[in-house]
């Protein structure tokens, strides 16, 4: 019943900027927790950062302060602003949305997300 798309990705260099947006269909997209997560090549899906249906951030230790996650309910889009990009945030990127009437949750744990996105590739040079 949600649909989420993700766009943006691309190709940067090392110390670039990047910004990907996820588009949802869900008319109750004010009510959604967000999360960002990503996946590189070998390895296991890992949380990126989130926001939640009030607004409140959160951010993995490894891009916070680089990262900013916002949402604009009323284009229903959440965005991830990437600064100082190293090539070790190359992976492909995924939103995730949780509706806030489905109980408590882990905001770091995929599992707890129950839409998704197809991904975009995102791909850092050195």
């Known amino acids: 019943q949600v649909q989420l798309v993700e766009s943006g990705g691309g190709l940067v260099q090392a110390g670039g900027s990047l910004s990907v947006s996820c588009a949802a269909s869900?008319?109750?997209?004010?009510?959604?927790?967000l999360g960002w997560f990503r996946q590189a090549p070998g390895k296991e899906r890992e949380f990126v950062a989130s926001?939640?249906?009030?607004?409140?951030?959160r951010y993995a230790d490894s891009v916070r302060g680089r990262f900013t996650v916002n949402r604009d309910n009323a284009k229903r889009t959440v965005y991830l602003q990437m600064n100082s990009l190293k090539p070790e945030d190359t992976a492909v990127y995924y939103c995730?949305?949780?509706?806030?009437?489905?109980?408590?949750?882990?905001?770091?744990?995929?599992?707890?997300?129950?839409?998704w996105g197809q991904g975009t590739q995102v791909t850092v040079s050195s």
């Open positions: 995730a949305a949780r509706t806030s009437d489905s109980g408590s949750y882990d905001y770091f744990r995929a599992g707890d997300y129950q839409y």
């Open positions: 869900g008319r109750t997209f004010s009510n959604y927790n």
């Open positions: 926001i939640s249906w009030s607004g409140f951030t």
